[in-house]
Nanobody
Framework: QVQLVESGGGLVQAGGSLRLSCTAS????????IGWFRQAPGKEREGISC????????YYSGSVEGRFTTSRDNARNTVYLQMNSLKPEDTAVYYC?????????????????????WGQGTQVTVSS
């Protein structure tokens, strides 16, 4: 059974940092592109990052590039999202997701319908 579990969310002041974890069971994360998404109240779910297994590179949306980085620990079957220089507008529920396929075109990195498995989400709140 495929399962993704996020952790590490919380309350942080603007300018602070948090590291989110996404741990998988039922499949090897390094065999699939892994995306990070977030959803703020009243807004659509937004794709912010994709760790592409084919080139082992991470890609970021403009809203987080330069502040957020992803990494993986294959031994723990875990992907991390390091978030630095947090802003109040980063407040959202953060989700990790995995594709069903073993590859993903770059134009699909931030599309929710490209991912078949999702975690339950973890709340990140950034105070001003």
């Amino acid at each position: 059974q495929v399962q993704l579990v996020e952790s590490g969310g919380g309350l942080v002041q603007a300018g602070g940092s948090l590291r989110l974890s996404c741990t998988a069971s039922g499949f090897n994360m390094d065999d699939h592109p892994i995306g990070w998404f977030r959803q703020a109240p009243g807004k659509e779910r937004e794709g912010i990052s994709c760790l592409d297994n084919e080139d082992d590179r991470s890609y970021y949306s403009g809203s987080v590039e330069g502040r957020f980085t992803t990494s993986r620990d294959n031994a723990r079957n875990t992907v991390y999202l390091q978030m630095n220089s947090l802003k109040p507008e980063d407040t959202a529920v953060y989700y990790c997701a995995a594709t069903d396929s073993r590859s993903l075109r770059g134009s699909y990195y931030y599309r929710t319908n490209a991912y078949g498995s999702w975690g339950q989400g973890t709340q990140v709140t950034v105070s001003s």
